[in-house]
């Protein structure tokens, strides 16, 4: 299990083992307490094309908890970048000032790009300067997906055996498309909740099934709410209906009230990847079985973990 | 075996006339109907002075119909291959030297298409910047590539090539 100097792009670029390495790392960041000359006089750049102030608070306080200086390079307004400078060209002038670069960029595709320019740069005698995706386009969130992971790990003290719930805006939510890739490693069963037209895409079924994971489709929550052990609920946008009544119908169906929740196991874990609308209504917020704000401040120790191993400072 | 003359599938219009052998160069065979144009146009075959034969809607035993290219002193690269197989899977080409099939061979989709054709993800950072495509084939039969980018699976029908 190599990590140093790795590119942290897809989900599936990782194994098991080496998720549960990270998340072992991880626990222990967050018993033992930040070790702050870990990454002292790294420089972590936060290349930041979209606006998205979670995780790129998430990235600057697990750098710095590490001691790690981080540099942001914030919104696209006023930089080259707006003067028609390449991502590959941005990439090549900032890997001189960074150890590593945690990127968001609207594009699909723009960090495995970013990945094979400073992968190149290093046959021409440079260190390799990883690359961590924030978010490229509608593609891939990885760092998510591992905070994910690791709460449902964290809460549980186990993924194997586990019965999950995915609810919501199953078709356009990237974040429970890697979380299935991510669960298809573990021994899970899997409740895909939404409506018809926003149902789990075949792609992520045909995958599941080629792993032999077994999973049901439901329009209801009432259907699964008293076996499962996590709930994942998904905002539903607007949007996606092609009017507003038949998105008036959907939301009310889609929503957790405290009501709802009452029927769950009392060791059942909510969580949602935030930001929420309305699918969680606020008298929720206090019942035991309510994660969403634990599940993304578990952000910290997983990017701090992540950041440590792939600049070489933990093994 | 002589080019034109002794092969098994004879190319014939409906009137029985056998399009006229060549002495040097490539014949493009067994593309579907139609497709002619399209593999002259994106191999850049129509060039002023060079002697091109297209048949449309030829005969033929295996397919019913076909179409054929015969393009006179002009020999394919590698990649010309994979841009035909990307367009008629089942073409064959032969290459003719002195009136004689010196090489028969059949186009296969490569695993790998370096800067050849288009990501069909409009979002695709391969799509929205100069940077070089890259798509792997998942399957030749039916044809489904995945982009290196953006990971987007499509089928044939949705590829475009480049340039
Ligand atoms: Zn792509």
């Known amino acids: ?28 960041m967050e018993k033992k307490g930040y070790d702050k000359s870990l990454l002292k006089g790294k420089k972590v750049g936060l290349l930041f094309y979209e606006p998205s102030t979670r995780t790129r608070m998430s990235f600057d306080s697990a750098a710095q908890a590490l001691g790690a200086g981080t540099i942001w390079f914030a919104g696209v307004e006023g930089t080259s970048v707006m003067k028609g400078e390449t991502l590959k060209d941005t990439i090549e002038t900032v890997a ?15 960090a495995r790009w970013a990945a094979d320019v400073t992968t ?26 591992m905070l994910d992971l690791y709460s449902v790990q964290k809460t549980q003290r186990r993924v194997d055996g586990l019965e999950l719930a995915l609810v919501g805006d199953l078709k356009y939510g990237r974040t429970t498309h890697s979380l299935s890739y991510a669960l298809s490693m573990f021994d899970t069963k899997i409740r895909y909740v939404a409506p018809d037209a926003l149902q789990i895409p075949e792609h992520v079924t045909s995958f599941l099934k080629r792993k032999g994971i077994a999973f049901t489709k439901h329009s209801r929550i009432e259907e699964v709410i008293e076996t499962v052990d996590i709930i994942y609920m998904t905002r539903i946008q607007k949007e996606r209906f092609p009017d507003e009544n038949e998105y ?13 929740l009452s029927r769950a196991k009392p060791t059942m874990r909510l969580m949602h990847p935030l930001p929420r609308v309305d699918e969680i209504t606020l008298d929720v917020d206090d019942d035991q079985r309510s994660y969403y704000f634990q599940q993304a401040g578990n952000g910290v120790p997983v990017r701090a973990a992540l950041l440590a191993l792939i600049m070489g400072a933990v093994r | 075996m002589r080019e034109g ?52 809607n030829l005969k033929s035993t295996k397919y019913g119909k076909k179409d054929l290219i015969k393009v006179e002193d002009r020999y394919l690269t590698g990649e010309e291959y994979n841009k035909i197989a990307l367009v008629a899977p089942n073409a064959t080409v032969n290459i003719i030297r002195n009136f004689e099939i010196q090489e028969k061979r059949k186009v296969s989709v ?6 050849v054709a288009l990501c069909a993800n409009a979002n695709c950072i391969s799509n929205k910047e100069r940077i070089p495509s890259r798509l792997y084939t998942v399957s030749r039969d039916p044809l489904v590539m995945v982009c290196h980018y953006c990971n987007f699976e499509f089928k044939g029908e949705e590829l475009r090539l480049k340039g």
């Open chain 2, 5 to 56: 003359a002794n092969m098994s599938e004879p190319a014939k219009t409906k009137k029985g006339l056998i399009v006229s052998p060549i002495e040097n160069g490539t014949v493009i065979d067994h593309l579907p109907p139609g497709k002619a144009i399209k593999i002259a146009e994106i191999l850049s075959l129509l060039q002023p002075g060079s002697v091109v034969i297209m048949g449309q």
């Open chain 1, 248 to 260: 008036n119908k959907v939301k009310g169906v889609y929503r957790m009230d405290k009501k709802l």
């Open chain 1, 120 to 145: 190149k740069r290093a046959t021409r005698g440079f260190n390799k300067v990883p690359i961590v995706n924030g978010g490229d386009g509608k593609n891939e969130h990885p760092t998510q997906t």
């Open chain 2, 110 to 115: 490569p695993d790998v298409l370096e800067d």
């Open chain 1, 1 to 28: 299990m190599e990590f140093v100097n790795r590119d942290v792009v897809s989900i599936k670029d990782f194994a098991r083992p080496e998720l549960e390495h990270i998340f072992e790392k991880a626990e222990d």
């Open chain 1, 96 to 110: 001189n000032y960074m150890d590593v670069i945690v990127m968001r960029h609207p594009f699909d595709g723009s």
